[in-house]
């Protein structure tokens, strides 16, 4: 069993909304426990460029209103050389840290997981922060819930012009290879149709759908392209449907980045400190090598190697099901 004296929290791949809050509580519930806390800058190159400071309880004030992440964030390929790993270790060692808390998605779990089975003897506990909602063990991860919500809010404001001029949008939205967003966004804006990267939609099924909407005298229509749709890209779906469909204008929105950035919503402020404050408890117990999820409304403890088995990870059905038959 890992005794743990001292960790190091890090943010890690795309921020989310939230993960300010589960940094707070981090820091805040280790010091409770009268352990040493240091934050490490833009995650896995912190660890390997020795970018770590001292955090204690006035660190982390007034943070929880904040979109990004305090600690700052990066995608770091040298963390998956055995060399820079290796770096990482003796960093970590040097300062005598003991735990690692790591808040981010699949990418940020994979190193995670190499990195405590080389070394073991740094326990290892994994928070899901990510917009994406991909990661098994948990019904939410940090910042799904905000991302969404201004996905809504810019899906709602497109809608209006989209109704005044009669016209068609495409609307790409994030989540790699996961439709979450897409799929909630949809239903919640009533899109005539949502292209995800988990159910496939052959175009001319897409097609005959909005001639159908048009008979039906839709006047407007919103078609939600996740970025990891099959079908070639929001443009190139929208050119092949504009030489179909010619009752409609067709136009193109890429909401990008905006879905990532943001107040934290007060569901994403509670995940992030129920998850943020079960880690440390987790590490204080002994665990490691895991991810702290919630699901029914209770916070469960997940291997990372099964966090990260896609296999295991589905939409809710029900939510694929009525997305169509309510969009009619
Ligand atoms: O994983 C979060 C995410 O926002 C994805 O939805 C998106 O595919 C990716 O990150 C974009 O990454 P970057 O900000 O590095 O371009």
Do not use: W
Not at 193 to 222: F, M, R, V, W, Y
Not at 264 to 287: H, T
């Amino acid at each position: 069993m890992h005794k743990i004296s001292k960790l190091a929290v890090l943010t890690s791949g795309g921020d989310a909304p939230g993960m300010n809050p589960c940094i707070r509580a981090v820091v805040r519930t280790a010091i409770y426990n009268k352990l040493e806390v240091v934050g490490v800058r833009q995650g896995y190159k912190g660890l390997i460029e020795n970018d770590m400071y001292d955090m204690e309880p006035r660190s982390v004030s007034n943070i929880l209103s904040f979109g990004g992440t305090i600690l700052k964030t990066a995608r770091c390929l040298e963390f998956r050389t055995d060399e820079g790993m290796e770096t990482a270790y003796q960093n970590l060692k040097a300062k005598g840290i003991d735990a690692l808390v790591v808040i981010g998605g699949d990418g940020t779990f994979t190193g995670a997981l190499r990195f405590s089975r080389k070394y073991p003897d740094i326990a290892v506990m994994g928070i899901p922060g990510t917009i994406d909602n991909d990661l098994c063990g948990t019904t939410y991860t940090l910042g799904f819930d905000t991302a969404t919500n201004t996905v809504i809010e810019a899906i709602d404001k497109i809608r209006d012009t989209a109704d005044a001029h009669d016209r068609l949008f495409f609307i790409e939205v994030m989540g790699r290879d996961s439709g979450a967003i897409a799929l909630r966004a949809g239903i919640s804006c009533g899109a005539e149709a949502i292209l995800l990267p988990e159910k496939e939609t052959a175009i001319s099924e897409l097609i005959d759908a909005l001639k159908t909407g048009h008979l039906n005298k839709k006047s407007s229509s919103i078609v939600i392209v996740a970025e990891g749709d099959k079908n070639g890209g929001v443009y190139d779906i929208a050119k092949r449907v504009e030489q179909e469909v010619k009752h409609y204008d067709i136009k193109v929105t890429i909401l990008g980045h905006l879905q990532r950035g943001g107040s934290p919503s007060s569901f994403d402020r509670i995940l992030g400190s129920r998850l943020g404050f079960a880690a440390v408890n987790a590490l204080i117990a002994g665990e490691t090598q895991k991810m702290v999820g919630l699901e029914a409304n209770h916070i469960l403890l997940t291997s990372l190697e099964k966090a990260l088995n896609q296999q295991e990870f589905r939409l809710e059905s029900d939510l694929l099901q009525m997305a169509d038959i309510l969009s009619i």
